[in-house]
Every structure is written in structure tokens, then in C-alpha cells.
């Protein structure tokens, strides 16, 4: 089956009659690169969650056809129950000879052997963004990938996923409409009175809409 994620008729609101999303609608298939785009608090993040079953819709359906789901979250705090190096995270997840063209990919080797709470923020989402390729999922969710990166990582990570995707299917979550364009087969735009689902040529004129920009 090609369809990877249906959603049919969401509706949610995290306070009564504040709703995020009324009457929801939209498939992803096998292979797509899926962007959500839109802005602050439009509920980007919360749609993730609710496709990972981490939180429950008022109503609606949410079909997931996919074994193997990956999920990179904006902020992952592991200090309390991790306090190994990335090479000992690759090596749980990996076989050596896996991990290494990922590591050279993402410039990752300085950072290997330092203990992982100690490393920035962009370098954190590099070695996490890793560790989720290299266990092979068929559906990966990424929120905000290249948020907090520095131009040339911007740069290595795009290039990566675009590499590294092959025949997965991506749903991602970015304020980067650069890379939106870029990249996505599908662009779902939230925060408007009505979410749209647009080709990403059309994510142009949408922006008026979206962030009343001209
Ligand atoms: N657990 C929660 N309880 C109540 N309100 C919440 C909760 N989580 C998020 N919200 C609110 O719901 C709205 C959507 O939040 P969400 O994080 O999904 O937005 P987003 O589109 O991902 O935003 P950003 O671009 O800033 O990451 C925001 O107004 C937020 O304050």
C-alpha cells in the first residue's frame, strides 16, 4: 500500500473551543517528502505528536502503515539518563562500517569521542538525526531539522536527508522555506483559518496567507 499516513476528519484543541485543527484532512505516500510549514503555535509539533499516537485527537482517524517509525523532536534532554559519547550511541544502533560515510556526511568526527551533554545544540541534532538513518526506519519524522544549524551544517544536512532518504518516506516540520521549496514533494500549510495542502511551487503565493507577508 502506498499511502503511509492518513489522517480523516482531526479535529483538536488542547483548550475547549481553542481548536488547532477542525476537520483535518491528507494523506502521505511512500516516498514523499512531506513539509509542514506555518507559524509559531500553529500546531506543527502537536500534529507530529499526534500521528505518533503520543497524544490523542478529540476526533478523527489516524492510519500509520509503516513497521518502522523515527522520530527527531525539536529538543531531546538526555542528561539524566545518558551520559556516553556518540560513538557508543553508533555502535548500539550500528555496524562500523555503516556509520562512517554519515560521519564524514555530517562532519562529525571531532565530535565523536566527547561526551554527548556536552556537545552544542547543532551538533546534538546531527549526531540524533544520525542515529535515526542508521536504524533504518521506513517513515522518519523530523521536527525542525536544520533550526539551530549553522550554514554550512544547514547545508550538509539537506544534502544529507536528500541522500540518505532513498526510498523512505519523510514528514518534517520547518520555518526554512528555502528548503521547503527545495526538498518537498508535499507542503501542508497550518495556521490559517483552513490548513492547505499545496505543490511546493504554489508555497509562494500560500505565505500571503500564512504570515500576511507581500
Ligand atoms: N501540552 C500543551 N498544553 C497546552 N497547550 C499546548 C501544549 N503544547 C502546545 N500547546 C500550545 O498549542 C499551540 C501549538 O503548539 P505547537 O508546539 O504544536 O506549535 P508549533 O506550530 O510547533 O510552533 P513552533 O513553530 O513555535 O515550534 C501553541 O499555542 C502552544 O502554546
Redesign the pocket.
Known sequence: MNEIIRVENLTFA??RGEY?FKDLSFSVYRGDFFCIV??????????LKIILGLIKAQSGRILVNSKRVGYVP?RISVERFFTGTPAELFRAVAPKQKVGWIISFLHLENVLHRPYVKLSGGEQQKVLLSIAFLKDPDLLILD?PTTGLDIHAQEHVEEFLRTARKDKTLVV?S?DLGFVVRNATKVLC??MQECRLVEPQDLKTMLVDIYGLH
Open positions: 488542547y483548550r488547532l506555518g507559524p509559531n503555535g500553529a500546531g506543527k509539533t502537536t500534529l525539536q525542525e516540520v520555518h497550518l495556521g
